[in-house]
């Protein structure tokens, strides 16, 4: 199996340490760039990425801010923002710039790694993907999710309020709020309702 490349965006080494080894220790065939900042990723050479892991509160250029430089520079290698700050603002100006998945620093392990997993292995699909208005391929109907966001999904198609789906999946009601606000902005949903509707629609509920 070919290498995977993926690049480690944080200004906090300590952090970037800690995930450096969570993902090493975890999956196969995976080799990591670190950089600590954007000015100083935009001087890495050209190679190839399969995966860009953005942290937004750095020193000097924000992830925000800087997401389009990552894009023009690596096009087509889908970016996970990887955030302490998981306020549905963030997330839907995340979303907005690009980025294809946000994982909360907060998140545990395992759902950090399941969303990791989950973009390297769209493969050749993930390079093609291009984030339109809505955050669906224009190549694909089918919206990339995480593993999570498809369990938040499959609760809210079935009528349950924030509070009942924390409770489900064990999660804070500001957490699941945040999801549901990447729902909404995926489907471009103006409430809770239509963005059952489409997912229906799309066939990734029953």
Known sequence: MATKTILLIDDHSLFRSGLRTL????????DIIESASLEEAMRLANTTLDLLLLDIKLQGL???DGAALLKRKWPGCPIIVISADDSSD???LAQERGAHHFISKGNSAE???RAIKLALDQG???????????GLSPTNSKPLLTPRQYEVLDLLCKGLSNKMI????????NTVR????VLLATFNASNR?????TARRMGLVA
């Open 23 to 30: 993902i090493l220790n975890s999956l196969a065939d995976i």
């Open 62 to 64: 924000n992830g925000l």
């Open 90 to 92: 963030t997330i839907r």
């Open 111 to 113: 759902e950090i790694l």
């Open 124 to 134: 050749k699909r993930a390079k093609e993907f291009t984030q339109n208005e809505s």
């Open 166 to 173: 924390g409770r489900q999946l064990d999660l804070s009601e």
């Open 178 to 181: 945040c999801h549901v606000q």
């Open 193 to 197: 309702a239509e963005a059952a509707f």
